[in-house]
């Protein structure tokens, strides 16, 4: 089992910057997959990023390309997702979920085993 607590959210303008942060713990010495969902209000959750154990690979929703950046940190077992250039559409409950490594990054939130609680993200105009 893999616990994962998220933290960062908060309140910022249009045009700002926040960093989320998802701190695992648990059976941690497996390697995970890491990714990141968001969930709107009456909107399903959909994909943000994803990131594999070592790194080497991310893969982003063509919506948040060029403004966000997944990272992790395998020493602290902490994965990180900045957020830059916001915008008010960027809007949601994000969500930390993790799956045992896998060859192709999940981008479908039936693909992750476990998940954080969320936090909120709001962006204003």
């Known amino acids: 089992q893999v616990q994962l607590v998220e933290s960062g959210g908060g309140l910022v303008q249009a045009g700002g910057s926040l960093r989320l942060s998802c701190a695992a713990s648990g059976r941690t010495s497996s390697s995970y997959t890491m990714g990141w969902f968001r969930q709107a209000p009456g909107k399903e959750r959909e994909f943000v990023a994803a990131?594999?154990?070592?790194?080497?690979?991310?893969n982003y929703a063509t919506s948040v390309k060029g403004r966000f950046t997944i990272s992790r940190d395998n020493v602290k077992n902490t994965r990180y997702l900045q957020m830059n250039s916001l915008k008010p559409e960027d809007t949601a409950v994000y969500y930390c979920?993790?799956?045992?490594?896998?060859?192709?990054?999940?981008?479908?939130?039936?693909?992750?085993?476990?998940w954080g609680q969320g936090t909120q993200v709001t962006v204003s105009s």
């Open positions: 979920a993790a799956v045992r490594q896998t060859i192709v990054i999940p981008t479908v939130a039936s693909g992750y085993d476990y």
């Open positions: 990131i594999t154990w070592s790194g080497g690979v991310t």
